[in-house]
């Protein structure tokens, strides 16, 4: 599994991305890959939870949603994560 931390401004362009993002989300959770998601208290990041294979896939994971290229939206930080509960 992998965890995708998000950092966010107060960009106005993020906001009006987010309803399209989180439909794609909503989705990746329907099919088993997004397993966990959502905005940190604050709404200053978000953090995202993804089971993949590999880091290649979280690569192309994020490439398919424009909302991690959005003004405001940072993929601060991606960490394999092994969790021996779920």
């Given at each position: 599994m992998w965890i995708v931390e998000?950092?966010?401004?107060e960009a106005p362009e993020r906001l009006a991305a987010r309803p399209a993002h989180?439909?794609?989300?909503?989705g990746r959770h329907e099919a088993?890959?997004?397993?966990?998601a959502g905005p940190f208290a604050g709404d200053g990041g978000a953090l995202i939870v993804l089971d993949l294979p590999a880091r290649s896939d979280?690569?192309?994971f994020l490439a398919a949603d424009p909302y991690y290229g959005t003004p405001g939206v940072t993929v601060a930080r991606v960490r394999e994560w092994t969790?021996?509960?779920?």
């Open positions: 998000l950092e966010f401004t989180r439909e794609v989300l909503t088993g890959v997004v397993r966990m979280v690569e192309a969790p021996f509960l779920t």
